[in-house]
């Protein structure tokens, strides 16, 4: 199984602020053949399921405001929030489908 | 508009089995691999296995944590995805998704989730 690990599992920020999320894989996700990394973002604010963020580790789903921002390649990987706003209060988990899923322990996001 | 709405959980001895159905609209079904996921509460998501789209012949892959005590099928006529759970244990408690996947892509559309909890 590939291991994901996020960093921090919590983080207290205020509005405004620029937000940054680690997510570390125990193997590359790059795919040689297509240059792609296998990697997703996804936003779960409580009692909802998962929303898909970013795939593909930095293309944003429709819809998906542009404050959020994916990069990283092969084994390291960051979700950037450039201006937190209230409503992104959630926790975020990051995703490999490299192979056979796996999702990473989370990040949760709290008012300072 | 793309629907997934999960049925069929509750709650369930220690020992026996259950089963969940996902009812899916809005998209062409047979196009899409049709996975089931789940969650503790509190914990992060862990993926329990898909069944493939048309193209790929409808195979199944499974986490090896439920390989042999969870089956996956669909019923293409009725847009319905299913989750046979048997010989349940505690640690089985958790809100069970379905979601939809491309070929090779991330799970892009979630059910709203169905609690199943095994206890006595």
């Known amino acids: 199984d590939i291991v994901m690990t996020q960093t921090p599992s919590s983080q207290a920020v205020s509005a405004g602020e620029k937000v940054t999320m680690s997510c570390k894989s125990s193997q590359s996700l790059l795919y040689n053949e297509n240059k792609k990394n296998y990697l997703a973002w996804y936003q779960q604010k409580p009692g909802q399921s998962p929303k898909l963020l970013i795939y593909?580790?930095?293309t944003r789903e429709s819809g998906v405001p542009d404050r959020f921002i994916g990069s990283g390649s092969g084994t390291d990987f960051t979700l950037t929030i450039s201006s937190v706003q209230a409503e992104d209060l959630a926790v975020y988990y990051c995703?490999?489908?490299?192979?056979?899923?796996?999702f990473g322990g989370g990040t949760k996001l709290e008012l300072k | 508009e793309v629907k997934l709405l999960e049925s069929g959980g509750g709650l369930v001895q220690p020992g026996g089995s259950m089963r969940l159905s996902c009812a899916a609209s809005?998209?062409?079904?047979?196009?899409?691999?049709m996975n089931w996921i789940r969650q503790p509460a509190g914990k992060a998501p862990e993926w329990l296995g898909f069944i493939r789209n048309k193209a790929n012949g409808y195979t199944t892959e499974y986490n090896p944590s439920v390989k042999g005590r969870f089956t996956i099928s669909r019923d293409n006529t009725q847009n319905m995805l299913y989750l046979q759970m048997n010989t349940l244990r505690a640690e089985d408690t958790a809100t069970y998704y379905c979601?939809?996947?491309?070929?090779?892509?991330?799970?892009?559309?979630w059910g709203q989730g169905v609690m199943v909890t095994v206890s006595s």
């Open positions: 809005g998209f062409t079904f047979t196009d899409f691999y």
């Open positions: 979601a939809r996947r491309d070929t090779t892509g991330p799970f892009d559309y």
């Open positions: 593909w580790a930095s």
């Open positions: 995703q490999q489908y490299y192979n056979f899923p796996t």
